[in-house]
């Protein structure tokens, strides 16, 4: 390596570092700050307090939204994942308008959020579903739905159908076959679908804006009303407890993929 | 979801205990709802250390007393109340809203009359009373200021307006009402002949501030955030806000010269199955102790019971918006000449804000 | 496949398209319910007021405050894309040239980033960009200047915010293209007497398009369709077509004009989307780590 190439790799470096500390920034910024008094927020904290996250822990309004978030996030990467797994099965057949049929599973990753949360609220305004859980539920089932199509049509890409039809040669009925040929084959993309379809939902703002208000608030709609309306000093805290899940996220999705090789 | 069954089972504990309290408590203060021990009430409020003020004042005392369990919610948009009435689907019972969006509200037919047989209004000022909505508090648009962020102390709008003499961000609420009148203020119209305003003397004039605004409030608990983080220098509050964070310790200072004065009202969207409990609620948070507890100690709005004078102390009546000398120096603002026009008003502001 | 040809039902119903199609039954009865007839009705709102009407996508178009969103969102849109493009492009190659734990440690902070609340992200900003807030207070006190900055609320703020939220969608694809360029193309051009710089500029560059228009295309139609930061970190001229309509479903109650509104942002967005697929397809969407 000559001194040129050497002085080119340091700048590369540190663009990429710099780059990376850009996008991960919020760590830096908010967890620091989560630790100082829940008075005011100033960087650096003037003094070490854990004050926010006595707070946070004792209010019961911002479980509530945690809790209401959380079940609802399991509810929807539930249903996404049972009608994602069966979408991407039917897909290998063939199928009329087969291409039509995919561009329509995957639009609601498509089209602009705030045109699916207004058709939804006018919608749901109808039926009662306007606040409430089942209505939430249903919102994010669709929003997530095509994550969860598109992990396990990957995986089912590397599939060897020869393996269900020699189950079923063998005798095996067809749901036999599912369960225990095909199931355990797609397991590791229908996981990880499950997994997106639950961080989406979990972190969904848009749609939550219009669909929640005062019965079914789920935390980004409360964030949301924080962040505009009073930034509540508990903020960096729940940022940093946010944080902190989305780095365990990233080991169960980083741990499914190693299985993998 | 083990964690989810101990919070159910501790849910129901506590309302079995608040259940159990209503039923011995010696006050029961309406007849009906205590049979009713499972029921809810949903109210809509401006958040902030207002709801917080509301919450201590009424909600709390009225759950004690009744069993009846409040549900909160915050920003009672005219919007909201009108998806929620036309669907049918009324989730508010209850919604504490200003004058001129009760004032839609009715011509909207979104509204449901107070029922006086409930609601007892002998001891309420006039202004206050409506058909579709009665007066719970008055409160005051003010311009505000951070005095360790300035030098001099504004007096008036048109000080807010100097960017020589008092430099730094500012913030107004982003909305048409109220801020066209303190533009024309500042303008040198006289605060008892503001109607009808000069529409477009105004913008032309809000057009000279525009630059200086660094943020349009949504919330009143963001004005006062803004305030006492000094990322403005001043701004448009209410006042009651401004004396809560005053108590805190917050160096803010009002300016009362040239102020707007309003009616926050209680109303009831039209088809809410419970009307009948949404109606004593607000004869309860009308009771001029209550009132008197949350404007003489909670924060410093008007109450609309005259009675509650009685129990407000002579130096916390000076920091009320309806202390004499404070209305002298404000106007009234004029919903009845804003209604018809709020709509058109509002998209006009839009459309003046990206130019 | 002739075996279908047993009387049964039962064999109908394992012919392989009929048993396809009923496999799509649940999901799809979902979707249409759930996704399609709400968003037939904002179109049928769009149009109906009872009657038919277009008066209110000729108010789009004759009002200029309306085009001037739209203008806006194209302009912010365009900004943020190509910030992207510029960060990210450079980004992607030296993650395709870094070493093993470099490359590895870059991608971490990529999908690390994408896993945090996007509240949290627009949230920071704010902290950091507010008036006394991080950069203002580092910037007085090391003297660069004696006011406080306005960094907040502006153009400035709001394409910081979305380059930050989107840059991965633009770095991903350029990093797989790039990945998978055969080393030994720019290094025979090397060889062959061109400057290392040359070896990129006539060999790896032309390679490397497809990650880039993928990126380009990816990142700008996730850009029209922006709401949260514009409203969280942008100022009064900052108001894009996303804001424009919750403003009028939520403050005007002009569900008409909000309904025209979405209309034209959906055109839009499956125009650019249509260029997408055309340019680099939809299958290839996984590969893109979405």
């Known amino acids: ?261 | 979801m083990g964690k989810k069954k101990v919070t159910r089972r501790e849910f129901l504990k506590d309302t079995a205990m608040v259940t159990a309290a209503a039923a011995v408590g010696p006050h029961i203060f309406v007849r009906k709802a205590t049979a009713a021990s499972n029921k809810k009430l949903v109210i809509c409020s401006y958040g902030g250390s207002y709801q917080a003020s509301q919450r201590k004042a009424f909600f709390e005392p009225f759950m004690k007393a009744t069993g009846v369990k409040i549900v909160e919610a915050t920003g009672p948009d005219l919007a909201k109340i009108k998806a929620q009435v036309t669907s049918g689907n009324v989730e508010w019972d209850v919604v504490d809203i200003e004058s001129r969006i009760m004032y839609t509200a009715m011509t909207e037919n979104l509204l449901e009359p107070i029922d006086t047989n409930i609601v007892k209004l002998d001891t309420i000022v006039k202004p206050a009373i409506h058909k579709y909505g009665i007066g719970n508090i008055a409160f005051t648009t003010a311009l505000t200021y951070n005095k360790k962020q300035l030098k001099k102390a504004p007096k008036s709008w048109a000080d807010f307006w100097d960017v020589k003499n008092f430099p730094g961000p500012r913030s107004l609420q982003d909305h048409a009402p109220f801020n066209l009148e303190f533009a024309l203020i500042a303008d040198g119209v006289n605060k008892d002949k503001l109607y009808p305003l000069d529409i477009d003397r105004a913008f032309k004039k809000m057009s000279q501030i525009k630059g200086n605004i660094d943020a349009w409030w949504e919330s009143g608990a963001q004005s006062i955030q803004q305030l006492t983080s000094g990322a403005v220098v001043m701004s448009s509050a209410w006042n009651g806000r401004v004396n809560v964070a005053q108590s805190k310790g917050v160096p803010l200072e009002i300016v009362w010269e040239g102020a707007a004065y309003d009616w926050d009202l209680w109303a009831v969207p039209k088809g809410t199955p419970r009307k009948e409990l949404a109606m004593q609620f607000i004869q309860f948070a009308l009771n001029a102790k209550r009132q008197a507890y949350q404007c003489g100690k909670l924060i410093a709005y008007g109450p609309s019971n005259k009675l509650a004078y009685n129990y407000i102390d002579k130096a916390r009546q000076k920091q009320l918006p309806t202390y004499p000398d404070n209305l002298a120096k404000q106007f009234s603002f004029n919903s009845k000449w804003w209604q018809p026009r709020l709509n058109k008003l509002n998209e006009k502001w839009a459309a003046w804000k990206i130019s | 496949m002739n075996r279908t040809h047993h009387r049964s039902f039962k064999a109908i119903l394992f012919h392989p398209t009929a048993k396809g199609m009923l496999l799509l039954i649940p999901a799809l009865t979902a979707l249409i319910i759930l996704f399609v007839i709400p968003i037939y009705r904002i179109f049928h709102l769009s149009l109906f007021d009872p009657h038919f009407t277009l008066k209110y996508y000729l108010a789009f178009f004759q009002r200029p405050v309306y085009m001037r969103v739209m203008w806006i969102t194209v302009k912010i849109s365009l900004i943020v894309t190509a910030a992207c493009l510029f960060v990210g492009y450079p980004f992607a190659l030296v993650l395709s040239r870094a070493g093993e734990k470099l490359s590895k440690l870059f991608i971490v902070c990529i999908i690390l980033s994408m896993c945090i609340s996007l509240l949290v992200r627009n949230f920071s900003w704010i902290i950091i960009l507010q008036r006394s807030g991080i950069v203002d207070t580092f910037l007085m006190k090391v003297g660069l200047t004696h006011h406080h900055v306005k960094l907040l609320h502006n153009l400035f703020s709001v394409v910081l915010g979305m380059t930050e939220i989107l840059l991965p969608y633009m770095i991903l694809p350029i990093f797989s293209v790039l990945k998978s360029i055969d080393p030994n193309l720019p290094q025979a051009a090397q060889t062959m007497g061109a400057r290392p710089w040359q070896a990129f500029w006539w060999v790896t560059f032309p390679l490397s398009l497809p990650g880039v228009y993928a990126g380009f295309l990816l990142v700008f139609i996730m850009s029209l369709g922006y709401f949260i930061t514009p409203a969280l970190l942008g100022g009064a001229r900052e108001m894009m077509i996303s804001n424009m309509i919750a403003f009028q479903v939520q403050t005007v109650l002009n569900w008409h004009f909000a309904a025209g509104l979405s209309m034209i942002l959906l055109i839009a967005t499956l125009i650019f989307y249509a260029i997408f697929n055309k340019a680099v397809g939809l299958e290839k969407l996984e590969n893109l780590g979405v």
């Open chain 1, 1 to 261: 390596m000559d001194v040129n190439e050497r002085k080119i790799r340091l700048i590369e470096i540190i663009f990429g570092v710099l780059v990376s500390i850009y996008l991960i920034a919020p760590i830096f910024v908010l967890v620091p700050m989560s630790f100082g008094p829940a008075r005011f927020f100033s960087f650096p904290p003037p003094e070490f307090s854990v004050e926010q996250y006595v707070k946070f822990f004792h209010s019961a309004p911002w479980w509530r939204a945690i809790r209401v978030s959380f079940e609802v996030a399991v509810m929807a990467s539930f249903f996404a994942s049972v009608l994602g797994i069966l979408t991407s099965l039917a897909m290998r057949y063939k199928i009329p308008a087969k291409g039509f049929l995919n561009a329509l599973f995957i639009s609601p990753m498509i089209v602009p959020l705030i045109i699916t949360a207004v058709a939804l609220y006018s919608f749901f305004a109808k039926f009662h579903l306007v606040d409430t859980i089942p209505g939430l539920v249903m919102a994010h089932t669709i929003l997530t739905l095509p994550f969860v199509i598109i992990t396990v049509s990957a995986t089912l890409k590397g599939l060897d159908p020869s393996l269900e039809k020699a189950a079923a040669t063998l005798g095996a009925s067809p749901p036999k076959v599912f369960f225990k040929v095909t199931l355990p084959l797609i397991k590791r993309g229908a996981i990880t679908g499950a997994i997106f379809a639950y961080m989406i939902s979990f972190d969904e703002t848009v749609v939550a804006i219009f669909l929640s208000s005062s019965h079914a608030i789920t935390l980004p709609k409360k964030m949301w009303d924080s962040i505009r309306f009073s930034i509540e000093p508990i903020l960096p805290a729940l940022s940093t407890i946010l944080i902190l899940f989305a780095i365990l996220m990233l080991i169960l999705l980083e741990v499914l993929s190693r299985k993998k090789g």
